[in-house]
């Protein structure tokens, strides 16, 4: 079955780092686009970095120069890299694969991690 396994969150404080992994597993890893989201408390889910099928990538504003996204397909993991974070960074990380072929939407979720940024 479908899986998307998210870790390497916890707690850190302001401008300090973190790697976040994704390992997916049930599906053909090289074909999907795969994705970061966050949701902080109270908040609606945003989509923090993306990584095409073919390693192009893209960023929230709020995250560019401080974030980076990476993928290796021979490991089937997707990775975030968070440095300088910020305590509005604060948030569960969840992490998507994302794949449209024949009008037909494929659409994975990993269960999340928590990140917490905080002094």
């Known amino acids: 079955q479908v899986q998307l396994v998210e870790s390497g969150g916890g707690l850190v404080q302001p401008g300090g780092s973190l790697r976040l992994s994704c390992a997916a597993s049930?599906?053909?890893?090289?074909?999907?686009?795969m994705v970061w989201y966050r949701q902080a408390p109270g908040k609606e889910r945003e989509l923090v970095a993306t990584i095409s099928s073919s390693g192009s990538t893209n960023y929230a504003d709020s995250v560019k120069g401080r974030f980076t996204i990476s993928r290796d397909n021979t490991k089937n993991t997707v990775n975030l890299q968070m440095n300088s974070l910020k305590p509005e960074d604060t948030a569960v990380y969840y992490c998507?694969?994302?794949?449209?072929?024949?009008?037909?939407?494929?659409?994975?979720w990993g269960q999340g991690t928590q990140v917490t940024v905080s002094s």
């Open positions: 049930g599906f053909t890893f090289s074909n999907y686009a």
């Open positions: 998507n694969a994302f794949r449209s072929i024949w009008g037909k939407a494929y659409n994975y």
